[in-house]
């Protein structure tokens, strides 16, 4: 399902029925004193990046409920790195499939009455942008539901079921709200949380790889592409994803790669198979044996990771591969405007974020379920120049230990 047409069911059909499981909360429900959760779900349905920035809240949930069995739901795609990330056990996973509307009803289905038999005692609602997740938290029978809500704001309505109800705070970093979403389950302040003490969140620890894998990917890479052998290579993603307004300008990564090759440094343009077509025209465009296209060449975020490992730098749009470079030691830029590093930033020290912070940025909010209201001229982004992205390069490149501080 496209992004648009989950905006339009999510929109129809959501708010109804919210509604009415609002309505069946009131006459129903039965309120819940203090728990001790031993049996939680966490709902991180969409976005493979929040995973990462959501490892925080699943070692506190171990740290806080060390008996607790903890699962997971989440879109079929993203799984992977769930999978990666090691917090729960494979066994503890449910997934939903959203390429089609009849796919996700019927996995839908199923996913409730497994939550159902689970006898959860709480859920996790961690999504932002959408209803579909608090219906779930509804109908997984559990008794405590923890999730962002409106208050008073003008966000998205989500039903008045959420017994935990945590506000979404778009000033603060969205590893921290999902911290308070755990302090939420047993916090008697109000707003919830707000008694918990401060944090500041630690570097995601590092993927782990084999003997012997890391050396094959890039000898993998030196057989596919000669010339890079010897050369220190810089990665850069010029893909959007499915949200095309967040992505830097084609002409500026254009220009910031020939600057790069003319540096001695080889480039490797990164992207799914569907990126195919800007990753060509960045290397007809750069028409060296040092630009290569690696758009398509890793079969999973393991490859990806393991390439980044080969890589001296990468250089991104905001999305996945700028989260997942805080598994690596890689250090990366990424670019910001229609959403902004306060509440989305790597966690890692090895990140530096371009952001400018127009008047109208950042435009994607839980308030719009990332809507924008900008007509395709992102300035925000625009006016990032490439030489500053180069020189800002060029000096991490020199750095000895490769340790820039996130702007």
């Known amino acids: 399902m496209?992004?648009?047409?989950?905006?339009?069911?999510?929109?129809?059909?959501?708010?109804?029925?919210?509604?009415?499981?609002?309505?069946?909360?009131?006459?129903?429900?039965?309120?819940?004193?203090?728990?001790v959760p031993r049996r939680i779900l966490v709902i991180l349905l969409s976005e493979m990046g929040s995973l990462?920035?959501?490892?925080?809240?699943?070692?506190?949930?171990?740290?806080?409920?060390?008996?607790?069995e903890i699962h997971v739901m989440l879109f079929a795609k993203n799984r992977e790195v769930l999978d990666l990330l090691?917090?729960?056990?494979?066994?503890?996973?449910?997934?939903?499939?959203d390429?089609?509307?009849?796919?996700?009803?019927?996995?839908?289905?199923?996913?409730?009455?497994?939550?159902?038999?689970?006898?959860?005692?709480?859920?996790?609602?961690?999504?932002?942008?959408?209803?579909?997740?608090?219906?779930?938290?509804?109908?997984?029978?559990?008794?405590?539901?923890?999730?962002?809500?409106?208050?008073?704001?003008?966000?998205?309505?989500?039903?008045?079921?959420i017994n935990r109800?945590?506000?979404?705070?778009?000033?603060?970093?969205?590893?921290?709200?999902?911290?308070?979403?755990?302090?939420?389950?047993?916090?008697?302040?109000?707003?919830?949380g707000k008694d918990a003490a401060p944090v500041t969140p630690q570097d995601p620890p590092h993927l782990r790889f084999a003997d012997g894998e890391l050396a094959a990917m890039a000898a993998r890479v030196h057989a596919d592409f000669p010339a890079t052998t010897g050369k220190r290579l810089v990665l850069v993603y010029p893909s959007g994803g499915i949200l095309p307004i967040r992505a830097w300008p084609f002409e500026s990564y254009a220009t910031l790669?020939?600057?790069?090759?003319?540096?001695?440094?080889?480039?490797?343009?990164?992207g799914l198979k569907d990126d195919r077509p800007l990753g060509q025209a960045l290397v007809a465009h750069c028409a060296s044996d040092l630009c290569i296209d690696l758009t398509g060449y890793t079969k999973s975020v393991r490859e990806l990771l393991a390439l980044f490992h080969r890589a001296a730098?990468?250089?991104?749009?905001?999305?996945?591969?700028?989260?997942?470079?805080?598994?690596?030691?890689?250090?990366?830029?990424?670019?910001?405007?229609?959403?902004?590093?306060?509440?989305?930033?790597?966690?890692?020290?090895?990140?530096?974020?371009?952001?400018?912070?127009?008047?109208?940025?950042?435009?994607?909010?839980?308030?719009?379920?990332?809507?924008?209201?900008?007509?395709?001229?992102?300035?925000?982004?625009?006016?990032i120049s490439p030489e500053q992205v180069l020189a800002k390069a060029q000096q991490m490149l020199a750095s000895p230990d490769g340790q820039p501080v996130c702007a």
Not at 165 to 192: D, I, K, W
Not at 257 to 270: D, F, T
């Open 2 to 35: 496209n992004i648009k047409f989950q905006r339009a069911v999510d929109r129809l059909a959501g708010v109804p029925i919210c509604a009415f499981l609002s309505l069946l909360d009131a006459l129903f429900g039965k309120k819940v004193g203090a728990l």
């Open 52 to 68: 990462v920035l959501a490892q925080p809240m699943f070692a506190r949930l171990k740290e806080k409920y060390p008996g607790a």
């Open 86 to 97: 090691d917090v729960v056990p494979p066994a503890n996973i449910i997934t939903l499939n």
């Open 99 to 161: 390429r089609s509307l009849g796919a996700f009803v019927s996995d839908s289905l199923r996913a409730i009455a497994r939550t159902r038999a689970l006898k959860l005692d709480a859920v996790i609602d961690c999504e932002l942008f959408s209803r579909v997740s608090s219906i779930f938290s509804y109908l997984s029978g559990a008794r405590l539901r923890v999730g962002f809500h409106r208050h008073t704001q003008e966000g998205l309505y989500r039903g008045d079921f």
């Open 165 to 192: 109800p945590v506000p979404y705070n778009p000033y603060r970093h969205l590893t921290l709200q999902f911290l308070t979403m755990v302090a939420a389950l047993e916090s008697s302040a109000y707003p919830l």
């Open 257 to 270: 790669c020939a600057g790069l090759l003319a540096a001695g440094y080889a480039v490797g343009v990164i």
């Open 313 to 383: 730098l990468l250089i991104t749009n905001d999305g996945g591969p700028g989260q997942f470079a805080a598994l690596t030691p890689i250090p990366s830029i990424v670019f910001f405007g229609p959403e902004t590093p306060q509440l989305y930033r790597s966690l890692s020290a090895n990140a530096y974020c371009f952001h400018t912070p127009l008047s109208c940025s950042p435009c994607l909010t839980a308030y719009n379920h990332r809507l924008s209201s900008c007509d395709g001229d992102n300035q925000c982004l625009k006016q």
